[in-house]
């Protein structure tokens, strides 16, 4: 009991630490510089945008947005903000990254005849993403979809690369790019008057920081936070959290750095994913809002990490929508395990597996006995339909597929069908095995599995 009390004043402390005046610890409208406004998400749920703030910089000639919130009740709200503070036109909106709670905002501002400002990557992840995004939230039910029924997307209409400067009359604004970090299209928005930046989605403090969009970086969010810890800036308003100081830079450093070491510890050891999700603790975050990002924060890393660590020295023609779900080992004995989800095909999986072997016995002996193992271990229950030896451009193979069904419901659920090769090349014994779940549709499984056999097929090995 005590334990928790300790770290709950612990986490109290270092939230406001990096704060160099004491009204500058709170959320909603903060004033963090004399032309600079920082607005404050109350916190992390759906009504309150998702934890992620916003701000505006007021010049003689007018206004610019940074970010534009989830909703357009959200964006409303800003904007009434705004126009307690200034009646001057709002002339720009920066979306700093594509992600929907900076940017489903967006059509208020363009009502009022704002431009809006992004880097490429962001105008694309947006168009790209979007749609699936609102599909996702419709389909988990009405009461997320309710907040976005007005959602209208706006796409940024006016792109920088590197930098850009924005004049707002007696104060200028400046838009840099460091390349990937939290996102592959990161714009950090600089008042060098009041020396305050925006950071978007690279900077939290307080909240679990979001690993797993598709185009970040590790290795350039830890150099860019670097950049940023040398600007000439005085207060930081991240993408989540209270406004800060330098602190929140070294803390989120810390964070990525402790997720992906765990993670990749455990891709080294062959720990399933599963597992250091149910056990991975990051010091120093109790009490950090949005712990429930986490295992997604594990899974983004093993999806980085797996390729480089495994090392695998064949390769798969894989289509784009498979993702890396799982892996580990080494070169000389290890897995990795894609997949894909999509409503038309329902779950498609690819797992190739191999092991050091000079035995070619193994590849001709009954298919039966790898099959049998997983009955053994309790996983699932498989039948054989057909077995058949084939040639592949670099040698022979064994194949043989059929059924399967979970025997651990709770784990794995499901039936299916499945299909696996195996093959001995360069003194390893390689696996790929298919399976597919199209929720019971014998007919759309079986097209699946002949799908997933033309990708096992174009195994090769790579030097
Ligand atoms: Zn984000």
């Known amino acids: 009991m005590k334990r928790s009390i300790v770290f709950l004043a612990l986490a109290a402390v270092a939230a406001g630490a990096g704060c160099e005046r004491k009204d500058l610890g709170r959320t909603g409208l903060v004033n963090v510089g004399k032309h600079t406004w920082a607005m404050i998400a109350s916190g992390p749920s759906s009504v309150e945008g998702l934890g992620a703030n916003s701000g505006f910089v007021v010049g003689t000639d007018g206004v610019l947005v940074v970010d534009a919130r989830y909703t357009p009740v959200l964006a409303r709200e800003l904007l009434d903000k705004i126009r307690a503070v200034t009646n001057a036109p709002i002339l720009w909106v920066v979306n700093t990254h594509y992600h929907q709670d900076h940017t489903w905002g967006n059509s208020v501002f363009k009502e009022q005849g704002a431009v809006i400002v992004a880097h490429a990557e962001t105008r694309d992840a947006f168009l790209k993403y979007s749609p699936i995004y609102l599909d996702f939230y419709r389909e988990r039910g009405a009461e997320a979809f309710a907040l976005l029924k007005d959602v209208r997307f706006v796409a940024p209409d006016t792109l920088f690369s590197d930098g850009a400067t924005f ?12 390349g990937r970090g939290h996102t592959a299209g990161d714009a950090v928005v600089v008042v060098p008057k009041d020396r305050v930046a925006f950071t978007g989605g690279l900077l939290s403090n307080g909240y679990h920081p979001n690993l797993g969009d598709p185009g970040a970086d590790f290795d350039n969010w830890l150099k860019t936070l670097d950049r940023l810890r040398g600007m000439s800036v005085r207060r930081f308003v991240p993408g989540q959290g209270l406004v800060c100081g330098r602190d929140a830079i070294d803390g989120l450093k810390r964070y990525i750095k402790a997720v992906r070491g765990i993670g990749a510890d455990a891709i080294g050891k062959r720990f399933p994913l599963e597992e250091v999700v149910r056990t991975i603790q990051v010091p120093g975050t109790e009490g950090w809002l949005q712990p429930n990002i986490l295992p997604f924060n594990v899974q983004a890393v093993y999806r980085h ?6 090392n695998p020295d064949f390769a798969l023609d894989l289509p784009d929508e498979f993702l890396i779900l799982d892996g580990g080992g080494n070169p000389k004995l290890g897995y990795i395990r894609w997949g894909s989800q999509s409503k038309e095909k329902g779950y498609l999986e690819i797992e190739a597996q191999w092991k050091l072997s000079a035995n ?6 009954d298919i039966a006995e790898a099959v049998a193992r997983y009955e053994q271990q309790g996983r699932r229950l498989m039948t054989i339909e057909r077995t058949r030896r084939f040639d592949l451009p670099g040698g022979p193979a064994v194949g043989a597929m059929g059924t399967w069904k979970s025997m651990d419901m709770r784990s794995d659920p499901g039936k299916g069908r499945w299909s696996w090769i195996m093959l001995l090349r360069g003194g390893k014994l390689y696996v790929v095995q298919c399976a597919t779940d199209a929720a019971g549709d014998d007919a759309k499984e079986k097209r699946n599995v002949a799908e997933l056999e033309r990708i096992a097929e174009t195994f090769r090995l790579q030097k």
């Open 167 to 178: 004049d707002l009359g007696g104060v200028s604004v400046e838009l840099r790019h460091f």
């Open 305 to 310: 990490e797996i390729p480089r660590i495994v």
């Open 360 to 365: 070619a016995e193994l590849i001709v002996q």
